[in-house]
């Protein structure tokens, strides 16, 4: 079975910065797609980041041009790095990978960044 592990997050003050780790295991024949999302204290889980198989990977305009997120294959490991962080960005952090057609997510992450 497929499961997804996250690291990273925590308390930065803001224009920190942070990465985020998600760590895949089990039998995996493809990966079809990959993000992160987040979710703040009432609002809805947004997107962060999403890469489908073939395709450039797309940002949140929030995010766009502070946040990179990329894949080690080899350690089957995804990554959010995040830079210049803001209070805005608080919230828990989801990874999710789409694995032979089937969804995973990450436990999610606590990512608080202070004023």
């Known amino acids: 079975q497929v499961q997804l592990v996250q690291s990273g997050g925590g308390l930065v003050q803001a224009g920190g910065s942070l990465r985020l780790s998600c760590a895949a295991s089990g039998r995996m024949l493809s990966i079809n797609a990959m993000g992160w999302f987040r979710q703040a204290p009432g609002k809805q889980r947004e997107m962060v980041a999403s890469?489908?198989?073939?395709?450039?990977?797309k940002y949140a305009d929030s995010v766009k041009g502070r946040s990179t997120a990329s894949r080690d294959n080899a350690k089957n490991t995804e990554y959010l790095q995040m830079n210049n962080l803001k209070p805005e960005d608080t919230a828990v952090y989801y990874c999710?990978?789409?694995?032979?057609?089937?969804?995973?997510w990450g436990q999610g992450t606590q990512v608080t960044v202070s004023s």
């Open positions: 890469y489908i198989g073939g395709a450039s990977t």
């Open positions: 999710m990978e789409t694995i032979d057609q089937r969804a995973y």
